[in-house]
C-alpha cells in the first residue's frame, strides 16, 4: 500500500472586467487552467501528462463527461473520467475515491476539478449571445460517483434552498428558546467572521468588508431572501471560479522531484448522508450522519477539535455552520473558514469544497492539521477530510462510509392531501424581488409525523417575522394551507 499525498492545488477567478465577455473563459477552460496552475504549484508542470484520472464535480451544465475535456485541454488526453451531480460534499468524496486508489495501488495520478463561469454565462444569455467556448458534452460515458435519489431533488425543489435552510436555523432557535432578535444578531455577527476572512483571501468573488449590521438589515443590495436570511447570508453560486487538486502517489512525487515540502497527506475522509427527505428528520437543526462522520474522521486520525488548528466549514447558510459547531462540539467563536464561505468567497454551485482544499493546501504545508467539511441537499450528504504536512501517524489513509453507523430516528412523513390540527415546528417568511411572497412552515402532528404547510395570510407572516411561529397551534388543510388558531 502507498501513500497518497496532494502535491498541488490552486484556485482560479475570472473577475469581471478581466477580459471582454466575449472572450471569457468557459467552465472547462476554467477548470483547466486551474489545474494547469496545479500542476504549477507542485513545481513539476509535466505531472499533467501522466494524470490517469480527473473527477468533476457536477454544476449546471451539460457535458456528458467533462473530465475528458479537460484531460484534452492539458494534454492528457487517455486520462478517464468522473462525474458527480451537483452536491456541495462531492469534491471531496471525489478526492476520497482518488486518494484510496491511489493507496490501493490502482491509480498513480489524480485530478480532482469543479468550476463553472456562470457569472459570464448568465450576462451573455442576457445579451442574446452563445458563449464561444467549448460546449461539446465529451465522449465517452464519464464514471458517475456519489449520487443520491430523485426524491430528494424534488422535495429540495418544492421548498428552495434558502427556505429550507431557514426552518432548520429557526428549529434550532426555537430549540434554543431564542428570541429573533437575538436570534438575528447572532447569526449576522457569525456571518460578519466569514466576511472578515473573505476580505483577506485573493480568490474570494466578494472581498468587499461587510459588517454583521450591514449582513442583518435588509436595503436595496441586500433584500430579504427568505426570513430571517438576506442576500448576504446564502450562497453566492453566480460567479467565474474554478480549483484543481493534483494527487499522486509518493513514488510518483519522489519520480518528478517534487520536494517533500510541498507535499499534504490527505488523513482521512469520512462520509455519510441524513434520511433523504427532510421531511422524515427526527429534528429538523439536528444530523445524527453530521455528527457520525465528525466523530469518526477525529478519531481515525486520534484527535479532538481542539488539535485541528485550521477549519474550513461548508458555509451556505448560517444553518449548516451552527450544527457542524455542534456536531464537532466547537465553539462559534472560533475561526470557522479560510476561503470566507460561499456567501462572501463565492463558488460553482457544486465546487465550494474544492475551493476550500485548495485553500488549506498552503496552510497545512507551513504547519497545523486542516479540517474540510463538505455538505450537500439541506444538510443531507456530510464530507469530513482531515489533511496534514506529514503522514498519518496513527492509522493510515482511509475512506469511510460511515452510514453504518449513523443511528436515524425517522419520523413519519403526512400524506399530500392530510388534513388536521398540528403545531408549527419552524417557519420562515419566503420573499422574491417585490417583497414577502408567503410563510412556509414546517407541522407536526400530534403523533408526531411532520409535513409542509403554507400560507399568504399577511397577519401570520407579520406574527413569523416579529414573533416567531415555531410552537404555535395550528391547522393544515388538505390543500397544504396553514390555518393559525387565534
Request: charged share 15%; glycine share 10%; proline share 5%.
Amino acid at each position: 500500500m502507498t501513500e497518497p499525498v496532494i502535491v498541488g492545488a490552486a484556485q482560479f477567478v475570472q473577475r469581471p472586467g478581466d477580459r471582454d465577455l466575449a472572450d471569457a473563459l468557459g467552465h472547462i477552460e476554467l477548470m483547466a487552467e486551474a489545474s494547469r496552475q496545479a500542476a504549477a504549484d507542485s513545481g513539476a508542470p509535466g505531472m499533467l501528462e501522466k494524470v490517469q484520472w480527473i473527477g468533476v464535480a457536477g454544476g449546471w451544465f451539460d457535458y456528458r463527461n467533462p473530465g475528458q475535456l479537460v484531460a484534452e485541454a492539458i494534454g492528457a488526453p487517455d486520462a478517464g473520467g468522473a462525474l458527480t451531480p451537483i452536491s456541495g460534499s462531492a469534491p471531496q468524496e471525489l478526492l476520497g475515491v482518488a486518494a484510496q486508489r491511489i493507496a490501493d495501488g490502482t491509480l498513480d495520478v489524480a485530478l480532482v476539478v469543479g468550476g463553472e463561469a456562470a457569472w459570464s454565462l448568465q450576462r451573455l444569455r442576457k445579451a442574446g449571445v452563445d458563449p464561444h467556448w467549448d460546449t461539446r458534452p465529451g465522449s465517452g460515458d464519464a464514471e458517475m460517483l456519489s449520487t443520491y435519489p430523485i426524491e430528494l431533488v424534488h422535495e429540495s425543489m418544492a421548498l428552495g434552498a434558502a427556505p429550507a435552510y431557514a426552518l432548520l436555523d429557526d428549529s434550532r432557535r426555537a430549540a434554543r428558546n431564542e428570541s429573533l432578535a437575538d436570534h438575528l444578531a447572532r447569526i449576522s455577527t457569525l456571518w460578519a467572521g466569514f466576511s472578515e476572512v473573505a476580505v483577506d483571501n485573493p480568490s474570494a468573488w466578494d472581498r468587499q468588508l461587510h459588517t454583521a449590521e450591514e449582513i442583518a438589515v435588509p436595503s436595496p443590495d441586500n433584500r430579504m431572501i427568505s426570513f430571517p436570511y438576506t442576500k448576504a447570508m446564502v450562497a453566492n453560486n453566480t460567479v467565474d471560479m474554478a480549483s484543481a487538486v493534483l494527487l499522486c502517489s509518493t513514488d510518483a512525487a519522489r519520480a518528478a522531484g517534487i520536494p517533500t515540502g510541498r507535499w499534504v497527506f490527505p488523513q482521512v475522509v469520512a462520509n455519510s448522508h441524513e434520511t433523504w427527505l427532510l421531511a422524515e428528520r427526527d429534528q429538523l437543526h439536528g444530523s445524527p450522519a453530521l455528527a457520525t462522520a465528525a466523530a469518526a474522521a477525529l478519531a481515525h486520525v486520534g484527535m479532538g477539535i481542539d488539535d485541528v488548528q485550521h477549519v474550513d466549514l461548508y458555509a451556505c447558510f448560517p444553518a449548516i455552520v451552527q450544527m457542524t459547531c455542534d456536531a464537532l462540539g466547537m465553539s462559534h467563536h472560533r475561526r470557522l473558514t479560510v476561503t470566507g464561505g460561499l456567501g462572501f468567497a463565492g463558488a460553482a454551485v457544486g465546487n465550494a469544497a474544492g475551493q476550500s482544499i485548495a485553500a488549506m493546501v498552503p496552510l497545512v504545508r507551513a504547519g497545523g492539521v486542516g479540517l474540510v467539511h463538505g455538505n450537500g441537499g439541506v444538510a443531507t450528504k456530510h464530507s469530513f477530510g482531515l489533511y496534514a504536512a506529514s503522514p498519518p501517524a496513527t492509522n493510515p489513509y482511509a475512506l469511510i462510509d460511515c452510514q453504518p453507523q449513523v443511528e436515524h430516528r425517522r419520523r413519519d412523513a403526512v400524506a399530500a392531501d392530510w388534513s388536521g390540527a398540528c403545531t408549527v415546528e419552524a417557519a420562515t417568511v419566503v420573499h422574491d424581488r417585490n417583497g414577502p411572497t408567503h410563510v412556509l412552515t414546517a407541522v407536526l402532528t400530534s403523533d408526531g409525523a411532520r409535513g409542509w404547510a403554507r400560507t399568504t395570510d399577511p397577519a401570520v407572516m407579520d406574527i413569523t417575522s416579529t414573533e416567531g411561529l415555531a410552537g404555535r397551534l395550528a391547522h393544515r388543510t388538505a390543500d397544504g394551507t396553514l390555518e393559525i388558531e387565534a
